[in-house]
């Protein structure tokens, strides 16, 4: 009677239905997450550069004199939050005790440290937010079948969307002027997207490499 909520992807920021192929896999998060998660994984250590940047700008700039000091980049304070020390401890804070944005450090590593008691393996050697984003993006296909998924989905989409905030900066999709290399679709829907490995077909969802994509150019300029 109902329709079941379970065929929905579990993140509360995402809105698809599960497809059929989805619900075999077990998956809770659909596939558009599990890549978007993965995006944003390899995000971090690129806007971490970005972020380093702009508070180094602002320590090493003109020094303090009197009272003329120029007044502090707006964001400046959400930037050393961001990229403060994580709690030991969970990071989940139900008094609301922290204020600002949550390091990236303790959203991160509470995600490792689940992943790591799971599935009982070593973590990371460093403890920074590139280790972190690093050693994780290699579990989110085991991540998208957990309970937790959606949870982990809509945490780190507040993350990566706190610090796009301070850094201005987010990848871009550009089209890509060639059909689909799928015979069964060949539609002039591909996309790229900044810091993605992979050119997607928006029509079939199928990706596909640099490489892969030449190859079908050659075979159907000899076609
Ligand atoms: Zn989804
Ligand atoms: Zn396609």
């Not at 596939?31 to 690129?46: F, H, S, Y």
């Not at 790229?192 to 030449?214: K, P």
């Amino acid at each position: 009677m109902t329709q079941p909520v379970a065929w929905l992807c579990a993140a509360a920021t995402c809105t698809h239905e599960l497809r059929p192929h989805e619900l075999d896999t077990g998956q809770l998060l659909c596939d558009p997450c599990i890549r978007a998660i993965t995006g944003w994984l390899t995000e971090v250590p690129r806007q971490l550069i970005v972020l380093e940047a702009s508070v180094q700008r602002e320590t090493t700039g003109s020094p303090t004199r009197g009272g003329t000091r120029t007044a502090p980049t707006p964001g400046r304070l959400d930037t050393l939050n961001l990229l403060g020390p994580g709690a030991a401890g969970s990071v989940h804070d139900p008094h609301g005790d922290q204020h600002g944005q949550l390091p990236l450090t303790a959203v991160l590593g509470a995600w490792v440290r689940l992943v790591i008691e799971e599935r009982r393996l070593r973590g990371p050697a460093h403890w920074q937010p590139a280790n972190l984003a690093d050693w994780l993006r290699p579990h989110v296909g085991w991540a998208a079948m957990q309970p937790w998924a959606g949870e982990l989905r809509d945490e780190l989409w507040s993350m990566i969307r706190n610090v796009r905030g301070i850094t201005q900066v987010a990848p871009r999709t550009r089209p890509v002027p060639r059909p689909c290399p799928r015979e069964a679709c060949a539609t002039m829907a591909l996309t790229q997207t900044d810091w993605d490995q992979y050119i997607r077909c928006t029509a079939c969802g199928f990706s596909f490499t640099q490489a892969e994509l030449n190859d079908d150019a050659a075979r159907r300029a000899a076609a």
